[in-house]
């Protein structure tokens, strides 16, 4: 037993240090992308709430959805990387043609989430809503398709685990590019309807131009029916998220920074989840992991778990100085009970996220192409509640 627990100790000190050193910034990465989008959505939030509520209705979704397709694209890579499935190039056919299957797959589950916001009564400018959901959702998934591509293989190709970088910076991609493409549209459809209009049959054309040199074939889109049904499915579910952000608008608003650091919030927790999903998609499918309590997962987790009190700090110091800057305003003084309280939201995460994969895994489920875009969507339902329950902390409602 004592020789048992030494080899256990070395493991987790050389996975920790893996942890700080590979997987932490990638974390810090996507920190900042999220922070990024999140400015867009604090300095714009009144805006979007008053003139274009539906926005908060599909935004959680939105983001979700992204982080969902890419994310689950990269973890699919990734094992065909080590299984020898895929040659580590960009150029490589199963590229292009991944990217155009992930496109196709984004743009029903997005109408849907528009509309179930306007049956659920958030009909104000709701057509403008669709126009610019759509337009943003080609453009974002093709940029997002290949940087999720070059990402998972040149990492592979550097001696570097996909698993322990690809998720972050994915799911931080997604909503760098989703919430300032959202505000951008708004702005352009404000200024120029014509111009917007215009841009809006470019884009598509795009589309039709992208798909067609793929040469995507109707079978190899339902070989992704499992993965269509569970991100369509996790896109309405995500709803119950942006029905939340909707109803508590303003007491998110009313806190200054939670509307600053929502992106952020909602992808760091998605971050955690999807690399102990993918560590442990990856370990199952090599026959690593023989039984639920298996040691060698619960050190990937305990050491990601000393990881979260920086990212949480830097989000939060990070979030304030945006604050600071954007709007000359001050945050309640109760605003550092988010740094008490994230490292223990992100265990609590990751182990769900662990739990959950090795049960589709024994229910001969692939957990590439299903646990992980469960848990971002579960990851952004569970950070909304977080939230909310922090706004209400913080301004005392």
């Not at 694209?73 to 190039?89: K, Q, V």
Request: hydrophobic share 50%.
């Amino acid at each position: 037993m004592p020789v048992i627990g030494r080899e256990v100790g070395r493991e987790l000190g050389k996975k920790v240090r893996e942890a700080y050193r590979v997987t932490l910034p990638s974390l810090l990465t996507s920190e900042v992308f999220g922070l990024f989008g999140g400015t867009f959505l604090g300095k714009y939030f009144e805006s979007i709430r008053t003139q274009l509520p539906g926005l908060l209705v599909v935004l959680p979704g939105i983001m979700g959805l992204r982080g969902n397709v890419f994310g689950s694209m990269a973890s699919r890579f990734s094992t065909m990387l080590y299984l020898g499935e895929l040659s580590p190039s960009v150029r490589d056919r199963k590229v292009l043609k991944e990217i155009v299957l992930r496109m196709l797959l984004s743009l029903i589950p997005v109408f849907l989430l528009w509309a179930v916001g306007v049956l659920t009564g958030i009909k104000k400018n709701a057509f403008e809503v669709l126009l610019i959901v759509i337009t943003s959702t080609i453009l974002v998934s093709f940029i997002l398709g290949y940087f999720t591509s070059a990402v998972t293989i040149l990492s592979f190709r550097r001696g570097i685990d996909p698993d322990s970088v690809a998720a972050p910076l994915v799911a931080s991609m997604g909503d760098f590019l989703t919430v300032p493409s959202l505000v951008l549209f708004i702005l352009l459809i404000e200024r120029s309807p014509e111009g917007f209009r215009a841009f809006n049959y470019a884009t598509i054309a795009l589309f039709l131009f992208v798909t067609a040199l793929s040469r995507v074939r109707l079978k190899e889109l339902a070989e992704l029916k499992q993965v269509f049904v569970t991100v369509t499915a996790l896109a309405l579910l995500s709803t119950v998220s942006g029905s939340l952000l909707a109803r508590f608008s303003g007491i998110i608003q009313a806190s200054v920074i939670l509307g600053f650091i929502y992106p952020a919030i909602l992808s760091s927790f998605g971050n955690y989840g999807s690399i102990v999903a993918a560590k442990t998609s990856t370990k199952l499918h090599l026959g690593e992991i023989e039984g639920f309590i298996c040691p060698k997962a619960f050190t990937d987790i305990l050491a990601l778990f000393t990881t979260t009190p920086v990212v949480g700090a830097v989000k939060l110091l990070l979030g304030i100085a945006l604050v600071s800057l954007t709007t000359g305003m001050g945050v309640p003084g109760s605003v550092w009970v988010i740094a008490l309280t994230y490292p223990f939201m992100a265990l609590f995460i990751m182990l769900y996220s662990y739990s959950l994969s090795y049960l589709l895994f024994r229910h001969n489920i692939d957990p590439d192409s299903v646990a992980i875009p469960l848990i971002s969507n579960n990851s952004d339902i569970f950070g909304t509640l977080y939230v909310v329950l922090m706004a209400k902390l913080m301004v005392g409602a």
